[in-house]
C-alpha cells in the first residue's frame, strides 16, 4: 500500500462530515519590521471596552486576520488595572471571566448575523509551558496574555481541500488533526467530565454530549446563549482547566524523569529545555500501573497509551532520522538554509509540545429560523499547530500565514466598516461597551 494509501486509512477520512478549507491569512496593513506586541497595541488601538473593577475587558482587531478578505477576526482580551499578565482562564475570577466570555459570545452572535458569514467560531488557545526558543511554534504561551479570538468566515475566503490533495501530503496530513484526539477525547469524557458532573451536580442542565459534523464528541450549550448567563459556566471551564492540567502531569510522569525532590519534571541542559523521555521499557512499565489504578478506561484509550508508551521517541532522534530521509531523496547533503527549513516543519509535525496544550472554542452556523446552538469543545494539543480555527465544530480551517502580503485600502475600509457595524449591534446588547471615536 502507497504512503497516501496508509494516511487514506486514518478515522479521520473515514468520517462523513471531514471538510476542510484553506483561508489565507495577510497583515491588515504593510508590516514594517515585527508586528507589535499585543497588550501594547491592545493598549493604543483597541476599537471597544468595557471598564472593570479589576480588570478592563478590550476589543481589539487583529493585525493579521485568519478569515481572509470578506470575514470578521476580532480579539477580546481581559487586562487588569496593574497591567500584571493574566496567562489563562484561572487566573481570572469566575465572574472576570464570565464577563469576557459574554462579551466574546455576544461580538461571535452579531457576527454571524453579517452577511454573507457562514460560521463562526470564537475560543482561546492556551500553553503551560514557558515561552523559550524552540523549533516547534507555539500556541499561546506566557508571557503572552489570556485572549479570545473571535472569528467569522464566507464561503467566498474557505477554499475547499480535496481528501484526494490532502492524502498526497504528509505535511497537510498532519495539519487536518491532532494525531492523538482520539486518545484525548478519550481521557477527557472517560476522566475529567465524570469527575466534572460530580462537582457541578446541574451540569447535565447546562451541557448535553453530542457528536459534530466532523464526527467528534463534543457539548451543545443547552439553553444556547443563555447559557453564557448560567454563573457556573465560567467555573466549569476553569475546573476543565485544572483538571486538565492535573492529569496532564499524572501521565507525563509516566513519560518522563521526574524530580520528586523538586516536585518539576527534569529538562534537558538546552535553550528550549525540554522535558528529558523514560527509556522504553520505564515508560511501559508506568503505563501498565497507570492502567491497573485506571479501571474505567476503555479499550482504545487503554491500547492508545501502550502504543504511545512503545513508539515514544526523543525529538533529536526524529529530527536526524527525517532529515536524513530528505537528504536520501534529493540524492545530496542538504543545505544550511534547507536544514532550517525543514527543522521548523519536522518540529512542527513530530515534536509533541512540552507540558500541557489545549484550545477552548465555540462554534456556530447560521440557522434558517434565526437560532443559534452553540457547539463547545476542548481539544488537547500534543502535536499540532493550530488552534480553535482548527478546532471548530464545522470545517477544519487551514490558515496559510503570509503577513508579506496585506489589504488593500479598499478591502481594509470594507473591514473597518464591518467591525464597527458588528461592535455598534453588540452595543445595544452589552450596554457597558463603549466604543472608542
Not at 115 to 136: C, M, Q, W, Y
Not at 207 to 226: A, L, P, T, W, Y
Not at 261 to 283: C, G, H, M, W
Amino acid at each position: 500500500m502507497t504512503e497516501a494509501g496508509i494516511r487514506g486509512h486514518l478515522p479521520r477520512f473515514q468520517k462523513e462530515g471531514f471538510k476542510v478549507a484553506q483561508v489565507l491569512n495577510v497583515a491588515r496593513e504593510k508590516v514594517e519590521g515585527k508586528l507589535p506586541s499585543l497588550m501594547d497595541d491592545t493598549r493604543a488601538n483597541y476599537l471597544g471596552r468595557i471598564e472593570g473593577e479589576g480588570e478592563n475587558i478590550y476589543v481589539k482587531a487583529v493585525a493579521s486576520p485568519w478569515t481572509g478578505e470578506h470575514g470578521i477576526h476580532l480579539l477580546v482580551i481581559p487586562d487588569r488595572k496593574d497591567h500584571s499578565n493574566v496567562p489563562g482562564i484561572t487566573d481570572l475570577s469566575s465572574e472576570a471571566l464570565g464577563s469576557t466570555l459574554k462579551l466574546a459570545e455576544s461580538l461571535a452572535y452579531h457576527i454571524l448575523q453579517q452577511p454573507g458569514i457562514s460560521e463562526v467560531d470564537f475560543g482561546v488557545n492556551h500553553s503551560r509551558a514557558e515561552l523559550r526558543r524552540t523549533k516547534k511554534s507555539i500556541l499561546a504561551s506566557f508571557p503572552q496574555n489570556l485572549h479570545i479570538h473571535v472569528t467569522g468566515y464566507t464561503p467566498e475566503d474557505m477554499k475547499s481541500i480535496s481528501t484526494e490533495d490532502i492524502l498526497k501530503s504528509s505535511e497537510l496530513t498532519g495539519r487536518t488533526e491532532e494525531a492523538l484526539y482520539a486518545l484525548g477525547e478519550g481521557l477527557l469524557f472517560g476522566e475529567i467530565v465524570p469527575e466534572l458532573r460530580r462537582i457541578f451536580p446541574l451540569f447535565d442542565s447546562l451541557f448535553s454530549e453530542m457528536v459534530d459534523q466532523r464526527g467528534r464528541k463534543r457539548f451543545k450549550i443547552n439553553d444556547g446563549r443563555g447559557g453564557f448567563q448560567n454563573p457556573d459556566l465560567p467555573k466549569v471551564l476553569q475546573a476543565i482547566d485544572t483538571l486538565a492540567k492535573k492529569k496532564y502531569d499524572e501521565l507525563a510522569k509516566c513519560f518522563f524523569e521526574f524530580d520528586s525532590k523538586l516536585s518539576q519534571f527534569v529538562t534537558k541542559p538546552d535553550e528550549a529545555a525540554r522535558y528529558v523521555l523514560l527509556p522504553i521499557e520505564n515508560r511501559l512499565r508506568n503505563i501498565d500501573e497507570y492502567i491497573q489504578n485506571h479501571q474505567n478506561l476503555s479499550g482504545g484509550v487503554k491500547l492508545g497509551l501502550k502504543l504511545l508508551a512503545t513508539l515514544a521517541q526523543d525529538e533529536q532522534t526524529v529530527m536526524e532520522r527525517e532529515l536524513g530521509i530528505l537528504a536520501q531523496r534529493k540524492g545530496r547533503t542538504l543545505t544550511e538554509a534547507e536544514q532550517q527549513t525543514y527543522t521548523g516543519q519536522i518540529a512542527n509535525r513530530f515534536w509533541a509540545y512540552k507540558d500541557l496544550a489545549y484550545s477552548i472554542v465555540w462554534s456556530a452556523k447560521k440557522d434558517g429560523a434565526g437560532e443559534i446552538n452553540w457547539i463547545f469543545g476542548f481539544d488537547p494539543k500534543v502535536f499540532t499547530i493550530h488552534g480553535p480555527h482548527q478546532s471548530s465544530a464545522f470545517t477544519n480551517k487551514l490558515v496559510e500565514r503570509d503577513i508579506s502580503q496585506h489589504f488593500t485600502n479598499e478591502q481594509l475600509q470594507a473591514a473597518k466598516m464591518r467591525e464597527a457595524l458588528v461592535l455598534t449591534q453588540t452595543q445595544k446588547e452589552i450596554k457597558a461597551l463603549e466604543i472608542k471615536k
